[in-house]
């Protein structure tokens, strides 16, 4: 694989968005303050 392929890079951008998206859903289900006292 190569990893300087604009294709590849092109993924990753992706990928990235996602795992933001993703953690900021999970922001709006977890209250971390109380989660974390746990």
Wanted: charged letters at 35%.
């Amino acid at each position: 694989l190569d990893i300087d392929s604009p294709i590849f890079n092109r993924f990753t951008e992706l990928e990235e968005k996602y795992l933001v998206t993703f953690v900021d859903k999970l922001n709006e289900y977890i209250d971390w303050e109380k989660f974390l006292k746990n």
